[in-house]
């Protein structure tokens, strides 16, 4: 079964075609009085270019198994005939000729701002001792230097994948920029070390905006706001307080509250009470993860962070991979998804749905077992996967 709207894996009922992925700063009128049309995408309202023009779209392919990936991505993006170009920067790696990278490049920032659009691969994340503290993670400064301030995980059963639950449609959104992801620590004296979280009512009250915004414009019924208020009081206090503010505008939208743990319990255990949950950093990407685990795992998820009308869309639980590399065995399912979102955001819709039906045919077909790769029950690889898709798309 797809996810509740008919018609495309990452389709909505009631989205409009000028729907893309930014919220409030672009929604008022033009959303208003736009259309409604049957199944149209995940996003909300920024300039769409149409399907004729073409467009530079920034390529990072990552470390680990991304540049296996990225590659057939690209390859399957080509026989689509897709109007895209891509601009590829393959030095933007968390390891570089076993040298670490530590700085996004400035010509890589510079490529997203100038498109607006990216996708990308993994970058590794290195853990490092508590003596030794580099610079944030290559991910963490993407994030923060262009102000995505959102991330967005779409976990949805995919009929043929394995899972302990099917029917599943969760998406998340998470706060993407401060929390504990300030990357403000110190150690005091030694043996103690101070970790900051920090939590403003602004950027809290913007994750919230768009997380509702996002539900109303999909024909989402539900909000739940996971948190740890609790114990937390000013810090997830302040949080659960902005959004709460933002549930007052929309009283066609049902709004929870749910405790962190609680959430991770009730995950696990009733996942199809969840609809849109909205957290903040953290706690956001421990949910995603789960529900990617719920949906099939990392390789079927897709993903998207999105801010000041860029989009950069990649794997919705961000693994690596390290293990698989070289092995011919990744599933670049979530990241094909993840193109096909990036798509609809370019107003690129019929090679989004193309794609999206079929991917769906590959893992319904009766010989899916010896095309689709090990992490959902076959023992097909990277590249049997992708000519499968390219196949059932000229079908």
Request: aromatic content about 6%.
């Amino acid at each position: 079964m797809l996810p509740k709207a008919a018609g495309s894996l990452l389709a909505r009922a009631g989205a409009t075609a000028s729907e893309a992925l930014f919220g409030s700063a672009t929604l008022g009128a033009a959303a208003s009085a736009a259309p409604r049309s049957a199944a149209r995408g995940l996003m909300t309202t920024v300039h769409s270019p149409g399907d004729g023009r073409t467009r530079t779209v920034t390529l990072i392919p990552g470390d680990g198994v991304g540049p296996e990936i990225t590659n057939v991505v690209t390859k399957v993006v080509g026989a689509l005939g897709a109007p895209i170009v891509w601009e590829r920067f393959d030095s933007l790696s968390g390891s570089v000729g076993g040298k670490t990278a530590t700085d996004v490049p400035k010509d890589v920032i510079e490529s997203i701002k100038r498109n607006g659009v990216c996708l990308k691969g993994t970058l590794f994340t290195h853990i490092n001792s508590y003596k030794f503290t580099d610079s944030q993670s290559l991910n963490v400064q993407l994030r923060k230097q262009l102000d995505m301030h959102v991330n967005l995980v779409h976990g949805f059963s995919i009929p043929g994948v394995p899972s302990r639950f099917q029917n599943l449609d969760i998406v998340v959104i998470r706060e993407n920029t401060e929390g504990e992801y300030s990357g403000l620590e110190h150690e005091t004296v030694e043996g103690v070390v101070e970790s900051l979280k920090i939590i403003t009512y602004e950027k809290s009250l913007r994750t919230a905006q768009y997380a509702f915004e996002y539900a109303q414009l999909n024909n989402r019924e539900k909000v739940t706001a996971v948190h740890k208020a609790n114990i937390m009081k000013l810090g997830d206090g302040m949080f659960l307080k902005a959004v709460r503010e933002v549930a007052k505008n929309f009283p066609n939208v049902k709004f929870e509250e749910m405790i962190v743990d609680n959430t991770c319990m009730q995950l696990v255990s009733n996942p199809h009470q969840f609809d849109v949950m909205v957290t903040p950093n953290l706690y956001g990407n421990l949910a995603a993860n789960i529900v990617a685990g719920l949906c099939g795992g990392h390789g079927v998820v897709p993903g998207a962070n999105v801010g000041n009308g860029i989009g950069i869309f990649e794997q919705g639980a961000r693994k690596t991979a390290v293990d698989l590399a070289g092995t011919g065995k990744a599933n670049p399912t979530a990241l094909l998804l993840a193109t096909s979102m990036m798509m609809h955001h370019m107003g690129l819709h019929k090679y989004s749905d193309r794609l999206e039906q079929a991917i769906l045919k590959v893992y319904t077909d009766p010989d899916s077992k010896k095309l689709v790769t090990p992490d959902v029950g076959g023992t097909g690889t990277t590249v049997s996967f992708a000519d499968a898709v390219m196949k059932r798309m000229s079908a």
